[in-house]
């Protein structure tokens, strides 16, 4: 599968390759050996290969190592996916809208065709449709579980079905996952090895600004990856933050709890009002609700200070804005407002 000129690539090699263990003296790398501008210990590159942090994720994940990739967010991995097995002008990826934006994207710049197969009325997969739009040139299919922007888990059967079917890779973006009822398709890797899971640190975690994306696949997915990125794509800082993030998992479980208890109350809030039309069934931190006239809607809040993410325009969502799950204080905000407007 993978784009045959990788196959003879010869990595970088970086100073942190070519000699590993521990010296006292390092004069390898042209680091500044004084100390970092203005404080801090930022001198020296980090670790190209995340040892730590991977260990640490392969514990709470019940993988190995060699089974997880870091990347800058989740754009790195969705960028490089593309990148290591889909030749520009020649293969394609199926992607499932109404979905999230950046597959497109990375595809589009990657000059990578992309096939569309909506999700069906009740944003399921349309299994037979995918199956049917699978070509000789099909490399990559984009899942999104739960999905963004309709909130909803897609059904496992479904996605294991086309995961047997297909002769490429199934990419399912959990980005969601901690949010949801479900579990993540992690331990269904070793039986079906053309899966690979997105997860992040921007959500559920709080980290969006460290920008930490993780990939688990099988071993050999994940190699071609770590030949591909560039050396120190996981700065010093973020590998830092990413391990005291995991030493505090009973916080990240507090928030989620927070957040769903908040999303409950959200809903039974905004069903109430005449100019709900529907709100989404939803396993994410946010809510897909249709209003009876989202643009105005959308332009009060704005006017009162209030941002949600018009999504009207995507399919199956007319008069829909995204709703993100927020404070107390700030989910009642938004209910003030909306009491106002009525
Ligand atoms: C928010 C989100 C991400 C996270 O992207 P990062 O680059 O990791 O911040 C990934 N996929 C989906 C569907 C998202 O909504």
């Not at 203005?38 to 392969?58: M, S």
């Not at 997915?221 to 995991?246: C, F, H, M, R």
């Not at 039974?268 to 009876?292: G, H, K, T, W, Y």
Request: glycine share 4%; net charge negative.
């Amino acid at each position: 599968m993978v784009r045959p000129h990788l196959l003879d690539l010869k990595p970088y090699s970086s100073a942190r390759d070519d000699f590993q263990g521990q010296a006292s003296v390092y004069l390898d790398a042209n680091e500044n050996p004084l100390g970092s501008v203005p404080t801090g210990n930022f001198n020296r590159y980090p670790d190209p290969h995340q040892v730590e942090l991977k260990n640490a994720l392969a514990k709470l994940k019940g993988v190995i190592q060699d089974q997880i990739f870091l990347g800058n967010g989740s754009d790195e991995p969705i960028d490089l996916l593309i990148r290591a097995f889909c030749e520009p002008g020649v293969d394609e990826v199926i992607i499932l809208p109404p979905t999230y934006g950046m597959y497109k994207v990375s595809a589009a710049i990657n000059n990578v065709e992309i096939r569309e197969v909506p999700l069906n009325p009740s944003f399921q997969l349309d299994v037979p449709a995918i199956l049917e739009n699978i070509g000789d040139h099909t490399k990559l299919i984009f899942v999104c579980s739960p999905n963004n922007p309709s909130g909803n888990l897609m059904r496992v059967e479904d996605v294991l079905k086309i995961a047997q079917q297909f002769d490429g890779l199934v990419i399912i973006d959990e980005a969601y996952i901690d949010f949801a009822a479900s579990e993540s398709l992690i331990n269904k890797m070793d039986q079906y090895p053309n899966l690979v899971i997105l997860q992040t640190f921007s959500k559920a975690w709080g980290l969006a600004a460290i920008r930490l994306g993780v990939t688990y696949s099988n071993a050999e997915v994940i190699s071609i990856l770590n030949q591909i990125k560039p050396p120190y794509n996981i700065d010093y800082a973020t590998q830092e933050a990413g391990l005291l993030a995991l030493q505090s998992k009973t916080k990240k479980d507090e928030f989620v709890e927070d957040i769903l208890s908040e999303k409950k109350r959200l809903l039974s809030e905004l069903i109430n009002f005449p100019q709900v039309v529907e709100i989404l069934p939803s396993d994410a931190n946010f809510l897909l609700v249709r209003f009876q006239d989202a643009q105005k809607i959308n332009a009060y809040l704005r006017s009162q200070g209030i941002i949600v993410r018009d999504r009207s325009k995507e399919l199956n969502c007319a008069e829909c804005l995204r709703i993100t799950v927020g404070t107390a204080i700030e989910n009642n905000s938004l209910l003030e407002s909306l009491r106002r407007y009525s």
